[in-house]
Structures are given as structure tokens and as C-alpha cells.
């Protein structure tokens, strides 16, 4: 298997766990190991997303999708940084309604 394959699965086992244990730590190792891989800060940003950790999620995504170099992953980053940039929708309390 590719080195890019291997980090690739080593990221998302990492992910899995991070998620389970609500620890995001679990990646330092890989960071350390591999800082320039977007794949790693891709599933990182993925592990901070499932935390509702939307800034640090956007960050990640933000490191991924500049380091990856295939279009379709700078894509799919690009997905994840537009779905989380969007606005929260208002929120309304049923006395902040009016009827005409």
C-alpha cells in the first residue's frame, strides 16, 4: 500500500477513536509525525466537526484543502468549509412573532 494510503487509514482509525473518546489529542502523534499531510487535518477537522467544535473544524479544513494537491479532496474540503461558514439561522421565540 501507498505511503499517502497509509496515512490515510492510520488518520481514520485515529478519528474513529478521537470521536469515541471525545479526545482530540489522539492526533498529535500523527501531527508531529506528518504536519504537511491534508489528510490528517482533513479527519482532524472531521473529529472537531462530530465535537461541534466549528471553529477549530474550520481551521482544519482550511489546512487540509491548502495542502492537499488532488482537485477532488481540495473539493471536498472546500464542501466541508461552506457547509460550516454558513450563518446560523435566526433563532425566534414565539413573542418575537407578529401577524398581520
Do not use: C
Not at 46 to 56: H, I, N, P, S, T
Not at 68 to 80: L, N, Q, T, V, Y
Amino acid at each position: 500500500m501507498s505511503d499517502w494510503r497509509n496515512i490515510w487509514k492510520r488518520a481514520e482509525a485515529v478519528r474513529d477513536i478521537a470521536i469515541t473518546d471525545n479526545d482530540t489529542s489522539y492526533f498529535n502523534g500523527l501531527l508531529s509525525e506528518f504536519p504537511n499531510d491534508g489528510m490528517v487535518h482533513y479527519q482532524l477537522g472531521l473529529v472537531y466537526k462530530a465535537l461541534d467544535e466549528k471553529e477549530d473544524a474550520l481551521k482544519e479544513f482550511k489546512i487540509a484543502e491548502s495542502l492537499f494537491f488532488m482537485p477532488r479532496w481540495k473539493a471536498i474540503a472546500g464542501a466541508e468549509i461552506a457547509s460550516l461558514s454558513q450563518q446560523e439561522p435566526p433563532v425566534f421565540d414565539k413573542d418575537d412573532i407578529v401577524i398581520f
